[in-house]
């Protein structure tokens, strides 16, 4: 199978040697989203919960490159400097997914780049038509 490379201007560029996606057959892999604004690659300014929707927003602009949505989302797995922001993950995921939910582990690390607070990655099931 070829690899198709998934690339948009709605989601920040990649800051290093990676790709904002990569579509494998019927599976869409999205590579880690930090809260950048994709315009300036500058974090978003504000609390934790404008930091989860830009990540959310990011990730929704890769799977829309790729011809999906984040419903397509198989997938989903949640980095946080602290696990105490995990109910307002699930507040926020609420709005942005709908059932069924995609498989999901919430991770806790020491730290992200560029300061970040909250990253996620996530696996589609895209099947082509």
Known sequence: MTREIIRTDAAPA????????????????????????????????????????????????????????LNDVARLSVFLTDLSHFPLVNQVMSEYFSEPYPARAAIGVAALPKGAEVEMDAILYLPRP
């Open 14 to 69: 990649a800051i290093g040697t990676y790709s904002q996606g990569v579509r494998v057959g019927d599976t869409v892999y999205v590579s880690g989203q930090i809260p950048l604004q994709p315009a300036t690659m500058d974090l978003v300014e504000g609390d934790i919960e404008v930091q989860i929707r830009q990540v959310f927003d990011n990730l929704a602009a890769v799977a829309g490159a790729a011809g999906g949505t």
